[in-house]
């Protein structure tokens, strides 16, 4: 069985930063890409930091600039790092990784609890 426990988010006021934490635990053989979601009320839930095996990092728009997402394989931990947060950016913030359990294994996806950010006056 595997788990994703996040951990961050709060309040923070517009122009100010948060970071973000998702370390995941179990039977993991491998993890290959790891990303951060997000869903606003009344939205779909978006993709918007990917960061792969060799460490390439894809943003959308939105964020880019502002989100920095990283990873340490040792600890089977992905990482974001909000700054110029902006009101638009009030969302449940979900991580989400893709992993094998087995060498030659199915790769699975696995989702985080979800965490509010909000950002506000």
């Known amino acids: 069985q595997v788990q994703l426990v996040e951990s961050g988010g709060g309040l923070v006021q517009p122009g100010g930063s948060l970071s973000l934490s998702c370390a995941a635990s179990?039977?993991?053989?491998?993890?290959?890409?790891m990303g951060w979601y997000r869903q606003a009320p009344g939205k779909q839930r978006e993709l918007f930091a990917l960061?792969?095996?060799?460490?390439?990092?894809n943003y959308a728009i939105s964020v880019k600039g502002r989100f920095t997402i990283s990873r340490d394989n040792a600890k089977n931990t992905v990482y974001l790092q909000m700054n110029s947060l902006k009101p638009e950016d009030t969302a449940v913030y979900y991580c989400?990784?893709?992993?094998?359990?087995?060498?030659?294994?199915?790769?699975?996806?696995?989702w985080g609890q979800g965490t509010q950010v909000t950002v506000s006056s």
């Open positions: 179990g039977s993991i053989f491998s993890i290959y890409a």
């Open positions: 989400n990784v893709n992993l094998q359990i087995d060498k030659g294994g199915l790769l699975y996806n696995y």
């Open positions: 960061i792969t095996t060799p460490g390439n990092t």
